[in-house]
């Protein structure tokens, strides 16, 4: 009877542990909370049509600015470059970033919940059975919108 009466409410549990590293000026409501997962996970599901197609322009929407800046210079495409465990992949640019990196990492991705890093910024994350937690996204929100970081190296 009373998960009838709670169903629009997020799990109690869930709603603790993704919030529970926010500071008491920081603090995020359960609306707020419900609302800001149902956003990601709709744009996750909107990245996975975008990388099954492998569209670069439609994914470099979703993209905060710096990690822009970031994965477009030469410097850091080389670091990028280094860390990956095909040698054989060249990284000449962002566009084979999407293709070589971001999208093989994310893949089999299954986020299950959030984590708030601040009002501001979210992990999305997948529990898994062991009670590990899988970090496969993180977003930034700016002028009201969620949008994708991409941590630098």
Known sequence: RLNIINRDFPDEEEYLRSTTNLSGEDSVTKDEFAEDKAKIL???????????KEDFS????????????????PVNIRKAQKKLPDKTKQLNGI???????????????????????????IKAVELKDNGKVVAYYQFVKLNDKWLIHIPSL
Do not use: H
């Open 42 to 52: 709709e744009i996750i599901a909107e990245m996975q049509k975008i990388m099954e």
């Open 58 to 73: 439609a994914w470099m929407e979703y993209i905060a600015p710096d990690s822009i800046r970031y994965y477009s210079n």
């Open 95 to 121: 566009e084979d970033y999407f293709k070589y990196v971001f999208i093989p990492a994310r893949k089999r991705s299954e986020v299950t919940e959030i984590r708030y890093v601040s009002k501001t910024n």
